[in-house]
T-cell receptor, first 115, second 115 residues
């Protein structure tokens, strides 16, 4: 069984540009979660998509957005990049059980560097 | 609001020595508690979880954690550390009902193992 895959592995952008990160969940998983892991801050919840809809959003500005496609893969878009957006962005997926008990399966992340 | 504190940013232990990683949480009701591990260059992997029953819970890779309600703690332990345990460890707290989007992660403890 293929795990959660994220692309690209690394992304370097300039302040003010837009970044697009992609995530493919485990086959059969319908929920995709996005997290930001900035240095010293742990994982901060960004967005949750399930069945193509945005279900919950963390405390991040609107320039962080995304979508989920019919095949359940997902995109995270970050507009008007700022230096403090530099972080590891992790995607996780879970199955049709949306409860907190349902284990999260994480990808290896996309390292975004904003210069 | 729920919160998680991992007081130790960085811990170094010798291979074969015992390990205890501290986690303190703040939550208004009975929490769901988790420990995840992040190996270098990898996403997070679930080690163990707890929400009821025996307060000592066993996980994968020989890890265990003990829930102490009176101390609001959920410390992770391993009797004998292996070099492959070098990684970052995250404690997380969430509601018994709700989705994984409600999880709050700690800032992590980086474990270094010396030979």
């Amino acid at each position: 069984e293929a795990g959660v895959t994220q692309s690209p592995t690394h992304l370097i952008k300039t302040r003010g540009q837009q970044a697009t990160l992609r995530c493919s969940p485990i086959s059969g998983h319908t929920s995709v979660y996005w997290y930001q892991q900035a240095l010293g801050l742990g994982l901060q919840f960004l967005l949750w998509y399930d069945e193509g809809e945005e279900r919950n959003r963390g405390n991040f500005p609107p320039r962080f957005s995304g979508r989920q496609f019919p095949n359940y893969s997902s995109e995270l878009n970050v507009n008007a990049l700022e230096l403090e957006d530099s972080a590891l962005y992790l995607c996780a997926s879970s199955g049709t059980d949306r409860s907190v008990n349902s284990p999260l399966h994480f990808g290896n992340g996309t390292r975004l560097t904003v210069t | 609001a729920q919160s998680v504190t991992q007081p130790d940013i960085h811990i170094t232990v010798s291979e074969g020595a015992s390990l205890e990683l501290r986690c303190n949480y703040s939550y208004g009701a009975t929490p769901y508690l988790f420990w995840y591990v992040q190996s270098p260059g990898q996403g997070l992997q679930l080690l163990l979880k707890y929400f009821s029953g025996d307060t000592l819970v066993q996980g994968i890779k020989g890890f265990e954690a003990e829930f102490k309600r009176s101390q609001s703690s959920f410390n992770l332990r391993k009797p004998s550390v292996h070099w492959s345990d070098a990684a970052e460890y995250f404690c997380a707290v969430g509601p018994l009902t709700g989705t994984a989007s409600k999880l709050t992660f700690g800032t992590g403890t980086r474990l270094q193992v010396t030979l």
